[in-house]
């Protein structure tokens, strides 16, 4: 089995029984909390997959940034808009940040090569 893939699958198994533990000890209220601040750094995690950081650092660094930016940009924005959907809003802009991070990274253009060509372009 592929090492991506199983993670993927542990992720499934955890994020499930995180659910039903706060489904069950929390009722509906607190299932949708919890539920909420999953969702809350998955768009940062994709963005931060785009990058070559271990997997903790990916998780942790998600985490911190989705509390930060979601938060703040969805407060900014509800000046403008109602809050609930500047939530979605934010949550769906950085959903599409992530994507094509991850599509722009699968086309074949790495950063290390984009550096070389800074790097050497300033030598010149």
């Known amino acids: 089995m592929d090492y991506k893939s199983e993670n993927t699958i542990y992720a499934g198994i955890g994020i499930i029984t995180i659910g039903l533990f706060s489904l069950i000890f929390l009722g509906v209220t607190g299932f949708r909390t919890i539920m909420g601040f999953i969702l809350l750094f998955f768009p940062f995690y994709l963005i931060l997959d785009s990058f070559s950081l271990k997997e903790s650092e990916k998780i942790i660094y998600s985490i911190i940034l989705g509390f930060i930016f979601v938060s703040s940009l969805s407060y900014w924005l509800g000046f403008i808009i109602s809050f609930k959907v500047a939530i979605f809003v934010v949550f769906i802009v950085m959903l599409a940040i992530g994507i094509l991070l991850k599509k ?13 060509e800074v790097s050497a372009a300033r030598a010149k």
């Not at 722009?104 to 070389?116: L, P």
């Open 104 to 116: 722009f990274r699968k086309s074949g253009i790495k950063y290390s090569d984009i550096e070389g």
